[in-house]
C-alpha cells in the first residue's frame, strides 16, 4: 500500500524558515517524480514544485521560485521541501503527491496518491 | 499560463441524481486534463486521468468526457460519499487547478 506522511509543518513567522519532509513507502520511490501541491485555507489547490525520480531534474511555480527548494534522498525513500522568505500568502496545507511517471509533469502525467498534509501557518 | 474554470462553483443534488461538472481551459489542452474528489479535512483522490481513464478502484458512476478545451465530469447515480468539492487540473504543462466545484445534499 502506497503511503506518505508529510511533516514538519508548524507555526513560523514571516521572513522565516521550514523544512517539511514527506516519508514514502509501499512503492519503488526512486522510479517516480514527486511534488509538493498547497492548498490555503478554505481555497483551491496550487502546484509549488516538482522532482524527476533522480533529484536531476526541479520545476518550480512562480510564487515560489527564488525561496522554496525541493529534494529528495532515495536512500531515505523522504522529499523534501525548504521553505525560506516565507510570507503570509504562503499559509497552507502543504500536501506532497506521487507523480504517475519517473520525468518530472511529462505526458499524461497525474497525481496519484496524496499524502495527508501537513499546515503551515505563517504569522507574527 | 493556462486558465482553468469550473463551473458551477456549487450545486445542491439529492441521492440518485446525474451529477455534471465542467471545466473550461483557457486553450486547447487536447486530452490532457485529470479530475480529483476532495472531501473536507481530507486530501485529494484521484478520480480521472487523461479525461476519461478511470482510476483505479474508483467506481464506475464516475466518468470523464472532452478534449480541446471543453471537458466534463459526470456522477451517473450520487451517492452519499459523493458529496465532497470536486477539482480539474490540467497536465497539458505545469499542473493548475480549476477553482473546484463543491456538490452539497439538496
Known amino acids: 500500500e502506497v503511503q506518505l506522511v508529510e511533516s514538519g509543518g508548524g507555526l513560523v513567522q514571516p521572513g522565516g524558515s521550514l523544512r517539511l519532509s514527506c516519508a514514502a513507502s509501499g512503492f519503488t520511490f526512486s522510479s517516480y517524480a514527486m511534488s509538493w501541491v498547497r492548498q490555503a485555507p478554505g481555497k483551491g489547490l496550487e502546484w509549488v514544485s516538482a522532482i524527476s525520480g533522480s533529484g536531476g531534474s526541479t520545476y518550480y511555480a512562480d510564487s515560489v521560485k527564488g525561496r522554496f527548494t525541493i529534494s529528495r534522498d532515495n536512500s531515505k525513500n523522504t522529499l523534501y521541501l525548504q521553505m525560506n522568505s516565507l510570507r503570509a500568502d504562503d499559509t497552507a496545507v502543504y500536501y506532497c503527491?506521487?507523480?504517475?511517471?519517473?520525468?518530472?509533469?511529462?505526458?499524461?502525467?497525474?497525481?496519484?496518491?496524496w499524502g495527508q498534509g501537513t499546515l503551515v501557518p505563517v504569522s507574527s | 499560463d493556462i486558465q482553468m474554470t469550473q463551473s458551477p462553483s456549487s450545486l445542491s443534488a439529492s441521492v440518485g441524481d446525474r451529477v455534471t461538472i465542467t471545466c473550461r481551459a483557457s486553450q486547447s489542452i487536447s486530452s490532457y486534463l485529470n479530475w480529483y474528489q476532495q472531501k473536507p479535512g481530507k486530501a485529494p483522490k484521484l478520480l480521472i486521468y487523461a479525461a476519461s481513464s478511470l482510476q483505479s478502484g474508483v467506481p464506475s458512476r464516475f466518468s470523464g468526457s472532452g478534449s480541446g478545451t471543453d471537458f466534463t465530469l459526470t456522477i451517473s447515480s450520487l451517492q452519499p460519499e459523493d458529496f465532497a468539492t470536486y477539482y480539474c487540473?490540467?497536465?497539458?504543462?505545469?499542473?493548475?487547478f480549476g477553482g473546484g466545484t463543491k456538490v452539497e445534499i439538496k
Open positions: 503527491a506521487k507523480e504517475s511517471g519517473y520525468d518530472i509533469l511529462t505526458g499524461y502525467y497525474r497525481f496519484d496518491y
Open positions: 487540473q490540467q497536465s497539458y504543462s505545469a499542473p493548475i
